[in-house]
């Protein structure tokens, strides 16, 4: 009896089991090439990015209803958003959990770390490489963290 399975991003597995005697072997190699990290870089770059617009989109839109309503006294969309539960309740996890989120996300998805090893050390490399959509939603990412925690410690 045997059985392959194959992993398809990154490698390739073959399991082969035998019932006479009763064992199972295995083999996993590693095959990739540099189109396949750069596609599965860029994939997880897109995730990271629409996960951290969701996880920023209910506390945005909570802080800009509360700048709707008492700064320019327009007060229909706070009431209305503010009288579901499952809004304050989503608005509320946003601002305390999905907003430090996803700011960590959408960083380390820009940044790219290198560490090399030569004969004379160790080198280490930094690299920024931000698209706009990640730049947008860091600053709105930010500018969510300043009001929501300005606003918590009292400095606006």
């Known amino acids: 009896m ?3 399975l194959r992993w398809s991003l990154v490698g390739h597995l073959e399991l082969e089991a035998h019932l006479r005697p009763l064992s199972l072997a295995g083999q996993f190699r590693i095959r990739t090439s540099e189109t396949n990290i750069a596609e599965q870089a860029k994939r997880l770059q897109i995730v990271a990015m629409i996960v951290g617009a969701i996880l920023v989109l209910p506390g945005a839109l909570a802080l800009l209803f ?3 309503k008492y700064p320019l006294g ?6 209305a958003a503010f009288s579901s539960s499952v809004f304050v309740t989503f608005a509320t996890a946003s601002l305390f959990l999905g907003t430090p989120l996803a700011l960590l996300l959408n960083i380390l998805a820009i940044l790219r770390l290198s560490l090399t090893r030569q004969s004379d050390g160790i080198f280490t490399s930094v690299t920024l490489e931000p698209t706009l959509w990640h730049l947008l939603v860091l600053g ?4 969510v963290a300043v009001a929501f ?3 918590l410690l009292n400095l606006t």
């Open 140 to 143: 709105v990412a930010c500018l």
């Open 74 to 79: 327009l007060a229909y969309f706070y009431d």
């Open 149 to 151: 925690f300005g606003h």
């Open 66 to 68: 509360g700048v709707l």
């Open 2 to 4: 045997y059985n392959s």
